[in-house]
């Protein structure tokens, strides 16, 4: 079964903006659950981690713990019904140059990888118009990660 990620909006039944109990009501609960003190902007989140599908979803306590990124690791979930994790990431760039989703940009992680991501080959696209960031890893899509629309710097559309 694939199920679709819609930037800016979330997948099935969890959309952005919900709290930890609605996620929970929605697709059970988390394999495992963390606290990052360095969310974001140095910011204190929660992150649900699910291991059939492997997923990840954070919830940011200046947002009153309400879903602010969805992380999806596995090749189960779809985006534009093309993109699925493992495709070579060179064809995934091209298929999104189709969609419509703005200019990209491919992050500088240099100063950030330790050894082991530096051989193999992490790299991070970023299409800010949607919010879409595309992990790869030895030339493959690794990691799909949207979160929602914002209507400025600040303030965050969540989906209706």
Known sequence: ????VLPEVGFDK????????????????????????????GELATIFYYDNPMISLSFD??????????SFDDETFTLAD??????PIEEVLDIVDTLGYGECY???????????????DLRLFVYEDKNLSL?????RLSTIQIGPAFVDDDTIEWPG
């Open 135 to 139: 992990w790869s890893m030895s030339g």
């Open 61 to 70: 306590k200046e947002e009153g713990y309400r879903l602010v990124e969805i």
């Open 106 to 120: 491919e992050e500088d992680l240099e100063d950030e990888l330790d050894e082991e991501q530096k051989v193999s």
């Open 14 to 41: 969890v959309k952005f903006g919900m709290t930890r109990d609605e996620v929970i009501a929605a697709i059970g609960k988390p394999d495992e659950i963390s606290e990052n003190e360095n969310y974001g902007d």
């Open 1 to 4: 079964m694939n199920t679709a």
């Open 82 to 87: 093309k993109i699925r994790v493992g495709m």
